[in-house]
């Protein structure tokens, strides 16, 4: 294991882009106190700030592949910062509520709902196929191509064909 006391941020996120996991670990260690101060300067609320702190690494995480080493780790992180702050703030507030015992699990009856495909008169016997092999049996785009002899870009604009042809019968609004 390599000691990275005296690596620069730079070189962590190298190492962590190439899999080394000690390397983010450093690296987090550095940087949770800096994105903290900057996320406490706009959110006052706790939870909301873990909230957004968490997203933060999540994103560095998920985008570590794009980062560029001539760019400072640290100015980087903060513009993930600000984009999951604006993110965060965009979305409607919704009302916190602490769950007590009186509020239980409530059993839901759902009554079986039955949707006819074959009876639908707009779509195309494709259509008709594709969407029954996507949400009747549950089969993923890839599995419907290899079965149909299609390519996967194809099933899916089959599937948005049938989908939209769906929308525009059955919602008042065509969304």
């Given amino acids: 294991m390599k000691d990275y006391r005296t ?10 882009q190439q899999g080394d996991y000690a390397a983010f670990e450093r690296l987090y260690l550095r940087c949770r106190g800096h994105v903290n101060a900057w ?17 933060v690494f999540i ?12 760019y400072p780790v640290l100015a980087w ?4 910062c600000r984009c999951e702050l604006l993110d965060h703030l965009k979305k409607p507030a919704l009302p916190w509520v602490a769950l007590r015992d009186e509020h239980g699990l409530v059993e839901v009856q759902h009554e079986d709902v039955h949707f006819d495909l074959d009876g ?11 969407l029954k092999l996507k949400y009747f049996s549950e089969q993923d785009y890839r599995s419907i191509a290899a079965r149909l002899g299609r390519s996967e870009v194809g099933v899916r604009k089959i599937v ?15 969304l």
Avoid: W
């Fill in 120 to 130: 639908e008169q707009r779509l195309t016997a494709d259509e008709k196929t594709v």
């Fill in 59 to 70: 994103k560095l995480h998920k985008t570590r592949a794009r980062y560029v080493s001539r």
């Fill in 39 to 55: 996320l406490r300067r706009r959110l006052r609320d706790d939870r909301e700030r873990e909230d957004v702190f968490q997203n």
């Fill in 160 to 174: 948005s064909r049938g989908l939209q042809k769906l929308r525009l019968k059955y919602t008042p609004s065509g």
């Fill in 7 to 16: 690596a620069s941020d730079e070189e962590l996120m190298r190492c962590y």
């Fill in 77 to 80: 992180l903060y513009v993930i």
